[in-house]
Each structure stands twice: as structure tokens, then as C-alpha cells.
């Protein structure tokens, strides 16, 4: 159950699993997630569905190493397999009926930004992909995102690659072009997303961004992925992950995601040990 039928490094941090998991793979659609556990004592982790093939019956994840149960999971191997693989959780991202959409991603988000991408192309819409990355070294997913866009930019923060800049830059570019755009996805750390959407609300583009916080059951029950969107209280992994940008109070979110730091800093140190 659960096997690792590939596994690819994209970046030194950055690792792509395709893992069998037939039954997921037959529902799964872009902007849904999975939770995982390596191991039987492991930790709880979500990650978004990256992509998924209903014929070959296995899901894709993309996933960055960064903390001890991403660490644990890297340690796993082609043939290998994950105790737990439960999905696919959360609401779908709607994609129907949009024309022209402008997607961007920031760093490991792109993960996540792809098969949105790739849903809206295959739907037939208009797709400018924007996707930023801190240097060269980190970029991820580039013909990708080239296969499934009319129009792309890549964005680096050291100009090492593509244009030298961030993506909310590249994004008042396009729009200052007069592109159109029925809506703004966005997916990638917290802070982008907040300009993104700072951005946007100067224009009035609708903007949708997917929310990662901190998720334990993921069925709605713990409570632990709490947002205010709109003044009321969500739950990323039952009425999300997807959410009105506009309507996300980004700075609860930012202030809930640093609160665990330390403990993360510890689990990362005694999974080096
Ligand atoms: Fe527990 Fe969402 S992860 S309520």
C-alpha cells in the first residue's frame, strides 16, 4: 500500500514522490490535498496534490524538506511505502468558466499552482503563469508551467534566473499591459500572497489563494487549521484550502504560523541526530 513508484529530487530541497494510491487518484482533483505519515510513529503532515493519473492509479506530491517529518519522509526510497496516505481532502479549486487567469506561484507553491494551471489550460482558458523563485538553483517545474501557459514569467530574487524581481512585480506589469484577467491565483509563502493580493485589490481582480496552515485531523474536527477570512472563523482543510485573498486576515495567519517555530526547530534537530 502506499508505494513510492518514483522519486525525484527537483532541487536540493526539493523532492517529487509519485506514490500508488489508486483510490485517491480516481477522485482527486487540482487544489485538494492529501495528509500523510511515513512511519507508524510519524508526524501528520498535509501536503496539496501536485498532480495524479486515474489510469496508472497514483498521486503525485511535491513536497520541501524542511522540517523532521519532511526529513523522515525523504529518507524513504523507490519501492518503499508510507504508512499513512489519506485523501483527497479539502474542497477543489474552481476552475470552470474562467477565461483568462493569471496563476502564480512562489518557490515549493508552484507545486501546487501547476495542476491548477494545468486544469485551466485543459479547459481551454487563457493562462499567464508567473512563478518566482529566491535563485536559479531553486526553480522547479519550468517546462511545466511552459506546457501549460500562453505566457510565462519567471521571476528571481537574485536575477540568476529568468527576470530579476518578484512576482507581484511581474504581475503589475501584465495587468499594467492591460491584460484582463477574470481572476488572480496565487500560491506560495504567506507574505507573497498578501502582496499578490494587496496588489490585486488596487485593480479589483478577484484573487484566490490556497491556505497551508497548521492541520492535524484534517476533516474539520481539531480545529487546528483555523483562519479568519471575511471576519469569520474557517477551516482550511473543510471549507478550503482555497479562500477569497481579499477576505484573509494574512497577519493572524502569518502570527499562527511562527507559533510552532521552536518546537519545529527541535523535531528538525533531533531528526539529524
Ligand atoms: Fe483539524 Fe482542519 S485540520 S480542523
Same mark, same amino acid.
Given at each position: 500500500m502506499f508505494r513510492i513508484v518514483k522519486k525525484q529530487e527537483l532541487n536540493p530541497t526539493v523532492t517529487k514522490m509519485v506514490i500508488e494510491a489508486p483510490l485517491i487518484a480516481r477522485k482527486a482533483e487540482p487544489g485538494q490535498f492529501i495528509i500523510f505519515r511515513a512511519t507508524e510513529d510519524g508526524e501528520r503532515v498535509p501536503l496539496t496534490i501536485a498532480d495524479y493519473d486515474r489510469e496508472a492509479g497514483t498521486v503525485t506530491i511535491i513536497y520541501q524538506i524542511v522540517g523532521g517529518a519532511t526529513m523522515e519522509l525523504n529518507r524513504l526510497n523507490e519501492g518503499d511505502c508510507l504508512h499513512d496516505f489519506v485523501g483527497p481532502l479539502g474542497t477543489p479549486s474552481h476552475v470552470e468558466g474562467l477565461k483568462k487567469v493569471a496563476v502564480v506561484g512562489g518557490g515549493v507553491g508552484c507545486a501546487i499552482a501547476y495542476p491548477i494551471a494545468k486544469k485551466l489550460h485543459e479547459l481551454g482558458a487563457e493562462v499567464h503563469a508567473i512563478v518566482g523563485f529566491r535563485n536559479r538553483d531553486l526553480v522547479i517545474l519550468e517546462d511545466e508551467f511552459k506546457a501549460v501557459s500562453n505566457r510565462m514569467k519567471m521571476m528571481t530574487d537574485d536575477g540568476s534566473y529568468g527576470e530579476k524581481g518578484l512576482v507581484t512585480n511581474a504581475l503589475e506589469q501584465l495587468i499594467k499591459e492591460g491584460n484582463q484577467y477574470d481572476e488572480v491565483i496565487a500560491i506560495g509563502p504567506l507574505v507573497m500572497m498578501k502582496f499578490v493580493c494587496k496588489l490585486t485589490k488596487e485593480y479589483d481582480i478577484k484573487t484566490i489563494v490556497s491556505m497551508n496552515p497548521i492541520m492535524i485531523d *484534517?476533516? =474539520?474536527?481539531? =480545529? *487546528?487549521c483555523r483562519l479568519t477570512v471575511g471576519g469569520e472563523t474557517k477551516f482550511a482543510c473543510v471549507d478550503g484550502p482555497d479562500f477569497d485573498g481579499h477576505l484573509v486576515d494574512f497577519d493572524e495567519a502569518l502570527h499562527r504560523g511562527s507559533m510552532y517555530r521552536e518546537f519545529e526547530q527541535h523535531a528538525r534537530e533531533a531528526e539529524c541526530e
Open positions: *484534517g476533516t =474539520g474536527m481539531c =480545529g *487546528g
